[in-house]
């Protein structure tokens, strides 16, 4: 399936973010979290890339088992990160080869260590060129790009952003994934914006479970997104009990899950952090189960 064809009247896109494991045993636990997630019948999945691809070939392994054990639609991520055109080339031809049908194409983060995205000689410097070098050049691909409801750390306004954002779909995005965010009404407004500037590609909202405090803050840190007060509080009141957050945190994700759906979004994407638990029972409590 491709990322086109996922959303659209009568169709809801539910679709699932991996992350490479670093050895065989975690990618032989990550296959049995996936076997759990199958059964809520998934539009599609996708496979994060390390900065530089540095990832390149799990990210491969990955989606590729994905692919051949569970017949479900995949995406490899694909950032400009380190990379020279020649090399993205490149990269496309492999996944094509491996039977990938959808490429999530991001610019991607600075490196560790670095504070500013810096091209490499004969690279791309935005994700909308490197969209326009797949829908020119890879026309079988469907593509997905990033969308930021409470603005990409570097853009200097809420507006560029939204302009950059508009780049991406123009120069062919098929649909919009956003980051992770904590508060639906940043969501709703940053949608009213995004359609008031006729950006036609499905706007599909981006859901990360809580499951541990200091893991979600050091991920928010890096994101910019914000945790509501409340929530917080509520996490640290659990202290060390595990369960306890863990149970807030499904509890908060349910409730976000359930409201979106009812102001009809075209589908959800979840970062799974490579575990089934939390968002099995997120959509079991929204009823998107099988």
Do not use: W
């Not at 994934?177 to 359609?195: C, E, K, V, W």
């Amino acid at each position: 399936m491709k990322i086109s064809e996922a959303y659209g009247p009568e169709k809801f896109g539910l679709s699932f973010e991996l992350f490479p494991p670093k050895s065989q045993q975690g990618e032989d636990a990550l296959i049995k979290h996936v076997a759990q997630l199958m059964v809520y019948r998934p539009s599609y999945i996708t496979c994060t890339y390390g900065a530089g691809g540095s990832t390149r070939d799990k990210t491969l392994d990955v989606v590729d088992r994905v692919h051949q054990q569970f017949g479900v639609a995949v995406a490899s991520h694909l950032t400009c990160v380190g990379s020279t055109v020649d090399s993205l080339r490149e990269y496309l031809v492999l996944a094509a080869r491996r039977g990938v049908e959808n490429i999530v194409a991001l610019r991607g983060d600075p490196p560790r260590g670095e504070t500013e995205f810096k091209p490499v000689a004969g690279g791309f410097s935005y994700a909308n060129e490197l969209v326009g070098l797949i829908r020119a050049e890879f026309p079988q691909f469907g593509i997905a790009v990033a969308g930021y409801p409470e603005k990409h750390l570097e853009a200097p306004s809420p507006e560029v952003d939204l302009d950059n954002l508009k780049r991406k779909v123009e120069s062919g995005a098929d649909a919009v994934i956003t980051q992770l965010f904590y508060d639906n009404d940043d969501f709703y407004r940053f949608r009213d914006r995004y359609t008031a500037a006729g950006i036609p590609a499905p706007l599909v909202p981006g859901l990360l479970p809580v499951t541990n405090l200091a893991q979600i803050q050091r991920i928010t840190s890096l994101c910019g997104a914000k945790l509501p007060a409340n929530f917080i509080q509520a996490l640290e009141a659990a202290g060390e009990d595990d369960q306890a957050a863990f149970d807030i945190g499904v509890e908060f994700a349910s409730q976000q899950a359930q409201d979106l759906v009812a102001h009809d979004i075209p589908g959800l994407h979840f970062y799974v952090l490579n575990k089934s638990q939390a968002t099995s029972r997120v959509l079991d409590a929204v009823g998107l189960n099988r």
